[in-house]
């Protein structure tokens, strides 16, 4: 595989293993040139699903879009690279399990704030304000007391 930093194409694993909803392999790997190391992730190759956008267009389902909405939601926030990876795995083996060939942006967004919820809340909130357009400060709140209110839920 070609080192990311230098070009070389000498470069070795040093670890692999499973992610761990067994989805993909996670690899470690060195480059003999440089020194530096990187991970690789390898995953099965998948039939095309395409994202169903809200004026009607149709575009390629990019997991990377998804990862790249929640590490973005999760910025400074104790949420690893690790879990959002694991998150967007989860999101992604749902879809597949719903066996269709086209997705609605409105799925995927629920999708990802169901994750989102279970990882941090704040990183929900932040994620939730944009996916479902916040203009009001009271759609905030109103986000904030539906978590409140789950939270008690539990609690009893």
Do not use: H, W
């Not at 060195?30 to 169903?52: D, H, I, M, N």
């Not at 609605?104 to 169901?114: A, D, H, Q, S, Y």
Request: aromatic share 8%.
């Amino acid at each position: 595989m070609k080192c990311p930093f230098c070009g070389s194409m000498d470069t070795r694993v040093l670890d692999s293993r499973p992610t761990l909803d067994g989805t993909a392999i996670r690899r470690r790997r060195e480059c003999s040139s440089c020194g530096k190391r990187f991970t690789t992730y390898e995953r099965y190759e998948e039939a095309p699903v395409l994202v169903v956008k809200k004026d009607g267009r149709r575009e390629k389902f990019d997991r990377e879009k998804i990862k790249n909405g929640m590490i973005k939601a999760c910025e400074k926030r104790p949420v690893t690279y690790e879990q959002i990876e694991e998150a967007v795995n989860r999101i992604c083996l749902k879809l597949r399990e719903e066996g269709s060939f086209e997705v609605e942006t409105k799925r995927i967004g629920e999708l990802v704030m169901e994750e989102l919820k279970k990882l941090d809340q704040v990183a929900y909130v932040r994620f939730a304000s944009v996916y479902r357009d916040f203009r009001e400060v009271d759609q905030f709140l109103e986000i904030v007391k539906e978590l409140k209110r789950e939270k008690e839920g539990e609690e009893q």
